[in-house]
């Protein structure tokens, strides 16, 4: 198999465990804290990748690495990302949330210019306009419509772009394996330093979704829940790998196109299981941050390929 059909593949299977992965934890929302969902979480996906991936990957290496604190930093901000995507999806319908997560492809662009002095021709910056345009008929600032936690999916692309620069330099010396446990590990240090600060409820009278997912405090799972929460250990486990994985075998280009496979399934999730119908000017949003967020990564992809056919001067 091809590099370019395996990141394929890797991402489209990554992608129906995450969505799964969110419908779970919106589904648990109601009745935990979320640092206790995340560590319950990560503890099961450090035992899958211990157990299950790293054998026929990276073995017992799979702790070894020269670049730890780019491990860390890495996994920090997949943590960020997650907690305030999660937090999101406490308060507002699953499709919308996603769909705002989806500008991260086009932060990403932006950061490159602002950070790393790259340059933007005129139809990326129409596709960055258009973006952001998006983003903004799917919350409504100024309006009965809007809700203060639809910032917190846009902080989440904020920090999923990050996650993704720091994968593409990191993924040509580093396992897939190795990344996904780290990640957990990180998950497992932030939710257990939330459980000594406010695990104890003390904070968790509050009647905002969002804020009462994150002070919540901390009750023995249901057995009722106890498949739920091995689905999302499982998922997030086999997602994390999967989707180091493509991103280390092949170019960002061929791989973000598949990501987007999770906005049309969060549409269908948000009806089947939480009554969620999306209006018709959250699908015209949908289809703002989808068309520029595609065609920002066909830009990048189409420019890197001619950069590579341009003969070498001598």
Same mark, same amino acid.
């Given at each position: 198999?091809?590099?370019?059909?395996?990141?394929?593949?890797?991402?489209?299977?990554?992608?129906?465990?995450?969505?799964?992965?969110? #419908? =779970? %934890?919106? !589904?648990? *929302?109601?009745?935990?804290?979320?640092?206790?969902? /995340? &560590?319950?979480?990560?503890?099961?996906?450090?035992?899958?990748?211990?157990?299950?991936?790293?054998?026929?990957?990276?073995?017992?290496?799979?702790?070894?690495?020269?670049?730890?604190?780019?491990?860390?930093?890495?996994?920090?901000?997949?943590?960020?990302?997650?907690?305030?995507?999660?937090?999101?999806?406490?308060?507002?319908?699953?499709?919308?949330? #996603? =769909? %705002?997560? !989806?500008? *991260?492809?086009?932060?990403?662009?932006?950061?490159? /210019? &602002?950070?790393?002095?790259?340059?933007?021709?005129?139809?990326?910056?129409?596709?960055?306009?258009?973006?952001?345009?998006?983003?903004?008929?799917?919350?409504?600032?100024?309006?009965?419509?809007?809700?203060?936690?639809?910032?917190?999916?846009?902080?989440?692309?904020?920090?999923?772009?990050?996650?993704?620069?720091?994968?593409?330099?990191?993924?040509?010396?580093?396992?897939?394996?190795?990344?996904?446990?780290?990640?957990?590990?990180?998950?497992?240090?932030?939710?257990?330093?939330?459980?000594?600060?406010?695990?104890?409820?003390?904070?968790?009278?509050?009647?905002?979704?969002?804020?009462?997912?994150?002070?919540?405090?901390?009750?023995?799972?249901?057995?009722?829940?106890?498949?739920?929460?091995?689905?999302?250990?499982?998922?997030?486990?086999?997602?994390?790998?999967?989707?180091?994985?493509?991103?280390?075998?092949?170019?960002?280009?061929?791989?973000?196109?598949?990501?987007?496979?999770?906005?049309?399934?969060?549409?269908?999730?948000?009806?089947?299981?939480?009554?969620?119908?999306?209006?018709?000017?959250?699908?015209?949003?949908?289809?703002?941050?989808?068309?520029?967020?595609?065609?920002?990564?066909?830009?990048?992809?189409?420019?890197?390929?001619?950069?590579?056919?341009?003969?070498?001067?001598?």
């Amino acid at each position: 198999m091809s590099p370019a059909a395996l990141g394929a593949l890797c991402a489209t299977i990554a992608v129906v465990f995450s969505s799964i992965n969110d #419908v =779970a %934890i919106k !589904f648990l *929302s109601g009745g935990y804290a979320l640092h206790q969902v /995340v &560590l319950i979480r990560s503890v099961i996906g450090v035992i899958i990748i211990v157990c299950l991936i790293a054998p026929f990957t990276a073995g017992w290496d799979i702790a070894r690495t020269r670049k730890l604190p780019l491990h860390m930093l890495r996994g920090l901000c997949v943590v960020l990302a997650n907690m305030t995507f999660f937090l999101g999806l406490a308060a507002m319908p699953l499709a919308d949330a #996603v =769909a %705002i997560l !989806f500008i *991260s492809p086009i932060v990403i662009t932006l950061a490159s /210019v &602002l950070f790393l002095g790259e340059t933007v021709g005129p139809r990326r910056w129409a596709a960055i306009l258009v973006g952001f345009l998006g983003v903004v008929v799917m919350m409504r600032p100024g309006t009965q419509a809007f809700q203060v936690a639809s910032v917190l999916p846009l902080a989440a692309a904020f920090f999923y772009a990050a996650i993704h620069v720091l994968t593409r330099k990191m993924g040509g010396t580093e396992n897939a394996a190795t990344m996904a446990f780290y990640i957990q590990i990180m998950f497992i240090i932030v939710s257990l330093v939330f459980f000594v600060a406010v695990g104890d409820g003390r904070f968790g009278d509050n009647p905002d979704p969002s804020l009462a997912f994150l002070l919540r405090e901390w009750a023995w799972p249901d057995p009722a829940d106890y498949p739920v929460f091995l689905v999302i250990g499982i998922g997030i486990a086999v997602a994390g790998w999967l989707i180091s994985q493509a991103y280390r075998v092949t170019e960002a280009s061929h791989v973000a196109p598949f990501e987007y496979l999770a906005l049309p399934m969060s549409v269908g999730w948000g009806i089947a299981i939480f009554a969620e119908f999306p209006d018709a000017l959250d699908y015209v949003g949908m289809a703002l941050i989808l068309g520029a967020g595609l065609f920002m990564i066909w830009r990048d992809g189409r420019a890197k390929r001619a950069l590579l056919r341009r003969p070498l001067r001598r």
